[in-house]
């Protein structure tokens, strides 16, 4: 159209110029109607170029905002473009899962939708009901006994199975989040039975002993046949791991507290920790000797004292030194996460010259004390990271 308003223009340009050549030789006639030709020409050629330039315009714009829409769309990641179409959906998969999809990469955001509509699909329910849904089918179907086991056969076998039959990361595994709501599960249900139990005046059997001044003794009720201990002023209950552990242990291998559940009276109790060596009945004066290489006669009491000063000494100053290099205990993940920090800690302690020296004067071996302040550092990690084992059924 515009080609052809300009084809018109110039034959109206034409017979203007025809006009005026007629003009000039007399035809008079011939310049009018050559002039109305031009005026025809030119109209119709002026509105054929508007019509058709306005419509090229129309066309150029159209076809610049369809290049830009797609150019737009093609550069929307996976995740964009599933939020976009899938708003409810890519909301719940960042709440069930607790990631920002948005910091992933193009596999595991893809890995991720897909394992998670998958699972969806298979138990028949809504993306954001799919925690709620697998816990209560877990706990229905299998008791807490039975979670622990559960965990290590997940974590151990299927979370591989499941990432190589998919071909995907186990971190993108179905497995993996069944894995961790489990775990979290243990945890809750550990706190919340941990939660009414309180403890006061916690200290090692050792201590216990010093600070009765007596012998500590394990002795059965002929009536019922339960085993309870006698030392001093306190009489207790024994946990059951302790009573398995009388036979065959020491008396590093217990601890005392008083107890108190859900706020009860509080009951004096022995409990078990895990060291080695076996006696039967312990007591301050016979369960310490002298070596030959002491300087002087002190009593028995009076080593053992010296001992746990310096065994605690240096717990507290390699607790500072982990903590100064590593963080609180609290923070460490797992037991194995420990295993450098502390070697590090005794290597910054195993040559302290005062205190080798005074156990020399006392007949005491530094290296065995060195061991068991590090073994009283796993004690408190532990003490921190899970309930104890031992039940208390009173």
Request: hydrophobic residues 35%; contains cysteine; charged residues 25%.
């Amino acid at each position: 159209m515009k080609k052809i308003g300009v084809i018109l223009l110039v034959f109206s340009a034409l017979n203007l110029l025809a006009a005026i050549i007629a003009s000039f030789n007399g035809a008079t006639d011939a310049a009018g109607s050559k002039f109305s030709s031009c005026l025809l020409l030119g109209a119709i050629g002026g509105l054929l170029y508007y019509f058709g330039n306005k419509k090229e315009t129309s066309n150029q714009e159209s076809t610049n905002k369809y290049s830009s829409q797609r150019y737009s769309t093609t550069q929307e990641s996976f995740w964009q473009r599933y939020k976009r179409l899938n708003p409810t959906k890519a909301s719940a998969i960042e709440a069930i899962t607790e990631k920002n999809m948005s910091l992933l990469s193009e596999k595991d955001v893809q890995e991720l939708v897909s394992s998670i509509e998958r699972w969806a699909t298979n138990i028949g329910c809504d993306i954001q009901d799919i925690k709620t849904e697998f816990l209560q089918s877990f706990k229905s179907t299998f008791g807490d006994d039975d979670t622990k086991e559960i965990l290590e056969r997940l974590k151990n076998n299927k979370l591989k199975e499941e990432a190589d039959r998919f071909n995907i990361s186990t971190e993108n595994t179905c497995t993996h989040f069944m894995i961790k709501w489990l775990t979290e599960s243990l945890q809750n249900e550990s706190a919340k039975s941990a939660s009414g139990i309180k403890y006061r005046n916690k200290m090692s059997a050792r201590d216990f002993i010093i600070r009765e001044n007596e012998s500590l003794k394990f002795i059965k009720n002929p009536d019922t046949g339960k085993i309870f201990f006698v030392c001093g002023s306190k009489k207790g209950y024994v946990s059951p791991a302790a009573v398995k552990k009388i036979d065959t242990g020491s008396v590093d291998d217990f601890y005392y507290a008083e107890v108190s559940i859900d706020n009860s009276n509080y009951v004096p109790c022995l409990m078990l920790v895990n060291k080695p060596d076996v006696v039967r009945s312990f007591d301050v004066e016979t369960d310490h000797t002298t070596s030959s290489g002491a300087d002087n006669n002190f009593t028995g009491e009076e080593i053992l004292k010296k001992e746990l000063e310096i065994r605690n000494r240096l717990c507290a100053l390699m607790k500072t030194f982990i903590q100064n290099e590593y963080g609180e205990l609290k923070y460490f993940h797992e037991l194995d996460d420990l295993t450098i920090p502390i070697a590090n800690a005794k290597t910054c302690y195993d040559t302290n010259e005062s205190m080798i020296n005074i156990c020399k004067q006392y007949g005491l071996d530094y290296s065995d004390i060195l061991d068991k302040a590090a073994s009283l550092i796993v004690e408190e990690y532990i003490s921190l990271k899970s309930k104890s084992e031992d039940s208390l059924p009173f």
